[in-house]
């Protein structure tokens, strides 16, 4: 079953096409994704929800270049990530892809200006440009207070703050959020959604959420529901 | 390809500094013995090949490797004496000092127990030959008398060769009436007295070595071509430099390969620890370098930096340990060597090839200790990080 976007081609940023995906575990081969269609328009933030194991997780990393397809296309801005060899697909990564975990995924030993500043070392950047461009992420996270400040020494709103900036700091397609408010409490939660309905809505930014919580993927433009690794319809329509 | 930065890598050794400087100073541990031991074999060198002078001639009967088992007949060594090309003093007088050399057993200062000490025969003509020996308290002996000078390690390490002291042997009493400095060199460890009382004394009638001075390098060919045309003179004369190189080759060397064997075993635990150290890293990190992968960095960055912290670390331990047995510079030891049977005093000396060597040492180990980590970090999937994160 497919569910593809209503965009025009020219607007269409990521263009998958019979996309399935299978584990094998010792002789057990079990499928995740079966046969999925689906389009993302550009500067569309779009809200990927399902139950448990219904492969939401797997489809945002296959979107988001760090896993390998079994079967079928992704196109996104007109290259198609499933043939890209690793090397070439972890340079794609880093010129492209934006990311968002649930639990921040930043360095430890790094303070908030080093985090943001890490995507930009791939990047042929001088250091007084990379300089510029932490700053300007940071400011635009509200923590320009906090740039020497380490991860244990700010809270969860924070360093998911943080972790956003990292995300938008080299100008990506397309950003990638796995549960991004799976660890904050309600308040904080929202601040973080506001910040990237700013990031869509403002930068005009391509964002692709994975996420349980209804209230979290009301803020999307979109809803897409997987089951058992199909796109489902839209169980509310108008809900949005 | 893009590197991750080093301060990420240096700070979580710093983080982890407790476990770093464990295994740093297991590894510290290793460093040392490796580089007192290229220390120990150095000092020995460097002692015996000071020792001699670069325009001095050494003279043993043709095939003993070592004074004590060399004799030169007092005839051999009138025809020496009156080889062409040899120096004279500023009284004309030719600058050739005849030595009997004998072992005594003497008891040490620390402990009592005995040890070989070498007796050297010779003349005030000595001190011309040697000029880096100098007294540094009492006399040079008077020919014809039971006098006796003694080097500065033996005046300190053996009972009864302290100046104005009394030794017994070869049947006669000897007075200590100096003691002398030879710069560190091979002499510190030995007792002179007058060649003439001491051949008397220990009923030889050979001498054991003839040195003397070449009056320049260029008289050295016609000198040896002189001795190889005479067949009365059976002997082997070579550079005094030569000579006590060669002394100590072979003490030298078995300290060396004695040493590296031992530091190599030990290097096994240590190579053991820092893989230990290395895999609680990775597994501690696994979803950083999932992190790391997703924002772009390469395997081969993952890789890289994972051993540049195990060699990292190595460093750490390596500088610990060279610091440790750069201090070992002050200390003075002594042992007997195998190859004149006496005892030599020396001290280890640390040099720039040494610093190197021990350094590479130890960061072959953080680099055998690091890889199979690093490489299993590498080959990871990111999102099996991710999910572990």
Same mark, same amino acid.
């Not at chain 1, 995906?21 to 933030?45: H, W």
């Not at chain 1, 340079?91 to 908030?112: C, E, K, S």
């Not at chain 2, 610093?355 to 200790?369: D, K, P, S, W």
């Given at each position: $079953?497919?569910?593809?976007?209503?965009?025009?081609?020219?607007? @269409?940023?990521?263009?998958?096409?019979?996309?399935s995906?299978?584990?094998?575990?010792? !002789?057990? =081969?079990?499928?995740?994704?079966?046969?999925?269609?689906?389009?993302?328009?550009?500067?569309?933030?779009v809200?990927?929800?399902?139950?448990?194991?219904?492969?939401?997780?797997t489809?945002?990393?296959?979107?988001?270049?760090?896993?390998?397809?079994?079967?079928?296309?992704i196109?996104v801005?007109?290259?198609?990530?499933? @043939?890209?060899? !690793?090397?070439?697909?972890?340079?794609?990564?880093?010129a492209?892809?934006?990311?968002?975990?649930? =639990?921040?995924?930043?360095?430890?030993?790094?303070?908030? =200006?080093?985090?943001?500043?890490?995507?930009?070392?791939?990047?042929?950047?001088?250091?007084?440009?990379?300089?510029?461009?932490?700053?300007?992420?940071?400011?635009?996270v509200?923590? @320009?207070?906090?740039?020497?400040?380490?991860?244990? !020494?700010?809270?969860?709103?924070?360093?998911?703050?943080?972790?956003?900036?990292?995300?938008?700091?080299?100008?990506?397609?397309?950003?990638?959020?796995?549960?991004? @408010?799976?660890?904050?409490?309600?308040?904080?939660?929202? !601040?973080?959604?506001?910040?990237?309905?700013?990031?869509?809505?403002?930068?005009?930014?391509?964002?692709? $959420?994975?996420?349980?919580?209804?209230?979290?993927?009301?803020?999307?433009e979109?809803?897409?529901?997987?089951?058992?690794?199909?796109?489902?319809?839209d169980?509310?329509?108008?809900?949005? | 390809?893009?590197?991750?930065?080093?301060?990420?890598?240096?700070?979580?050794?710093?983080?982890?500094?407790?476990?770093?400087?464990?295994?740093?100073? %297991?590894?510290?541990?290793?460093?040392?013995?490796?580089?007192?031991?290229?220390?120990?074999?150095?000092?020995?060198?460097?002692?015996?090949?000071?020792?001699?002078?670069?325009?001095?001639m050494?003279?043993?009967?043709?095939?003993? %490797?070592?004074?004590?088992?060399?004799?030169?007949?007092?005839?051999?060594?009138?025809?020496?004496?009156?080889?062409?090309?040899? /120096?004279?003093?500023g009284?004309?007088?030719?600058?050739?000092?005849?030595?009997p050399?004998? +072992?005594?057993?003497?008891?040490?200062r620390?402990?009592?127990k005995?040890?070989?000490?070498?007796?050297?025969?010779?003349?005030?003509?000595a001190?011309?030959?040697r000029?880096q020996?100098?007294?540094?308290? %009492?006399?040079?002996?008077?020919?014809?008398?039971?006098?006796?000078?003694?080097g500065r390690?033996?005046?300190n390490?053996?009972?009864?060769?302290?100046?104005?002291?009394?030794?017994?042997?070869?049947?006669?009493d000897?007075i200590?009436?100096?003691?002398?400095?030879s710069?560190?060199?091979?002499?510190?460890?030995?007792?002179?007295?007058?060649?003439e009382?001491?051949?008397?004394?220990?009923?030889?009638?050979?001498?054991?070595?003839?040195?003397?001075?070449?009056?320049?390098?260029?008289?050295?060919?016609? +000198?040896?071509?002189?001795?190889?045309?005479?067949?009365r003179?059976?002997?082997?004369?070579?550079?005094?430099?030569q000579?006590?190189?060669?002394?100590?080759?072979? +003490?030298?060397?078995f300290?060396?390969?004695?040493?590296?064997?031992l530091?190599?075993?030990?290097?096994?635990?240590?190579?053991?620890?820092a893989?230990?150290?290395m895999?609680?890293?990775v597994a501690?990190?696994?979803?950083?370098i999932?992190?790391?992968?997703?924002?772009?960095?390469?395997?081969?960055?993952?890789?890289?930096?994972?051993?540049a912290?195990?060699? +990292?670390?190595?460093?750490?331990?390596?500088?610990?340990?060279?610091?440790?047995?750069?201090?070992?510079?002050?200390v003075?030891?002594?042992?007997?060597n195998?190859?004149?049977?006496?005892?030599? /005093?020396?001290?280890?000396?640390?040099?720039?090839?040494?610093?190197?060597?021990?350094?590479?040492?130890?960061?072959?180990?953080?680099?055998?200790?690091?890889?199979?980590?690093a490489w299993? /970090?590498?080959?990871?999937?990111?999102?099996?990080?991710?999910?572990?994160?």
């Amino acid at each position: $079953m497919s569910v593809a976007g209503d965009g025009g081609a020219g607007q @269409t940023l990521i263009r998958i096409r019979n996309l399935s995906k299978a584990y094998v575990r010792g !002789e057990q =081969f079990i499928p995740v994704l079966q046969g999925l269609d689906l389009d993302v328009r550009r500067a569309e933030f779009v809200a990927l929800m399902g139950p448990s194991g219904s492969g939401k997780s797997t489809l945002l990393n296959l979107v988001a270049g760090i896993d390998k397809p079994s079967g079928g296309s992704i196109i996104v801005g007109g290259v198609d990530i499933a @043939t890209l060899s !690793e090397g070439a697909l972890a340079d794609w990564r880093a010129a492209h892809v934006g990311f968002i975990f649930q =639990f921040y995924n930043l360095m430890p030993v790094l303070t908030a =200006f080093e985090n943001v500043e890490l995507p930009l070392l791939l990047t042929t950047l001088s250091r007084r440009e990379r300089k510029a461009h932490v700053a300007a992420a940071l400011d635009m996270v509200r923590l @320009t207070d906090r740039v020497d400040h380490y991860p244990n !020494e700010l809270s969860g709103g924070q360093q998911q703050r943080v972790a956003i900036a990292r995300a938008l700091v080299t100008d990506p397609t397309l950003i990638v959020a796995d549960e991004p @408010t799976g660890d904050l409490d309600r308040v904080t939660g929202g !601040e973080v959604l506001d910040l990237l309905d700013d990031l869509h809505r403002q930068l005009g930014k391509t964002i692709v $959420m994975v996420t349980h919580d209804p209230k979290a993927a009301g803020r999307a433009e979109r809803m897409v529901h997987l089951e058992k690794g199909v796109l489902v319809p839209d169980p509310a329509p108008g809900a949005v | 390809m893009k590197a991750i930065p080093l301060s990420y890598i240096a700070r979580n050794l710093w983080v982890r500094r407790v476990t770093t400087l464990l295994t740093a100073g %297991g590894m510290a541990l290793v460093v040392f013995v490796f580089a007192t031991v290229l220390m120990m074999s150095e000092g020995i060198r460097a002692t015996l090949v000071a020792t001699g002078q670069a325009d001095n001639m050494l003279v043993l009967r043709k095939g003993a %490797g070592a004074e004590i088992n060399s004799g030169v007949s007092r005839s051999q060594a009138a025809i020496i004496e009156s080889l062409p090309g040899i /120096a004279t003093d500023g009284n004309g007088q030719r600058l050739v000092s005849k030595e009997p050399v004998v +072992l005594n057993n003497l008891p040490k200062r620390s402990n009592g127990k005995p040890s070989n000490v070498t007796l050297r025969g010779t003349s005030p003509l000595a001190l011309a030959l040697r000029p880096q020996v100098r007294l540094i308290e %009492g006399r040079m002996f008077r020919p014809g008398t039971s006098e006796i000078v003694t080097g500065r390690s033996i005046a300190n390490g053996f009972i009864g060769t302290g100046l104005g002291e009394t030794l017994r042997f070869a049947q006669r009493d000897w007075i200590v009436v100096g003691v002398f400095d030879s710069g560190r060199t091979g002499f510190d460890s030995e007792i002179w007295g007058d060649a003439e009382q001491m051949m008397a004394a220990f009923r030889r009638s050979a001498y054991s070595t003839i040195v003397f001075r070449l009056a320049d390098q260029g008289a050295l060919p016609a +000198l040896l071509a002189a001795i190889d045309a005479d067949p009365r003179l059976q002997i082997d004369a070579k550079p005094e430099i030569q000579f006590y190189a060669e002394q100590s080759e072979a +003490l030298a060397t078995f300290i060396r390969y004695l040493g590296l064997f031992l530091s190599l075993i030990f290097s096994i635990g240590a190579i053991v620890g820092a893989m230990i150290t290395m895999f609680a890293a990775v597994a501690q990190r696994i979803g950083e370098i999932g992190t790391l992968r997703a924002l772009g960095f390469r395997r081969t960055a993952v890789l890289i930096a994972f051993l540049a912290e195990s060699l +990292l670390l190595s460093l750490v331990g390596g500088v610990i340990g060279l610091a440790a047995a750069a201090s070992m510079q002050s200390v003075d030891i002594s042992t007997t060597n195998f190859q004149t049977f006496s005892e030599l /005093a020396f001290q280890f000396k640390f040099t720039a090839r040494i610093a190197v060597q021990t350094l590479a040492f130890a960061l072959f180990m953080g680099f055998v200790g690091g890889f199979i980590p690093a490489w299993r /970090a590498a080959r990871m999937k990111i999102v099996d990080c991710l999910r572990e994160a």
